[in-house]
């Protein structure tokens, strides 16, 4: 089932970095790192920490290696530009598994 990114609207939000840059991999069992399909360029996750309405979210995000800012330290204010959430869906051994993947064109920290 093919699912459509859908902009995800920040304006109100706050983000902390809570776990550092690491690159994404794409099959744990060869250890194979995922790359960007056009750019061919490597794929790194980021965690923060949503902070929206008196709510708090963990969110990994998605980030090709130049969207990664210099100074992203942990617990330090960041802010994904570009932020989509990418609806999925698959069926693993008869169970029917759903979730939200992020991706964002990079994470820069807040000034």
Known sequence: MAMHPIQKDITQSSFLLVTPAA????????????THRETGET?????????????ADVLKITVPE??????????????????????????FNGQLSDGIAYRAESVEPVK
């Open 23 to 34: 690159p994404k991999v794409k099959d744990p069992q060869t250890g194979e790192i995922a």
């Open 43 to 55: 794929l790194y996750t980021v965690g923060v920490v949503e902070m929206l309405a008196g709510r």
């Open 66 to 91: 130049s969207g990664l800012s210099d100074g992203l330290a942990q617990g330090a204010p960041v802010r994904p530009v570009g932020l989509v959430a990418l609806p999925w869906a698959r069926i």
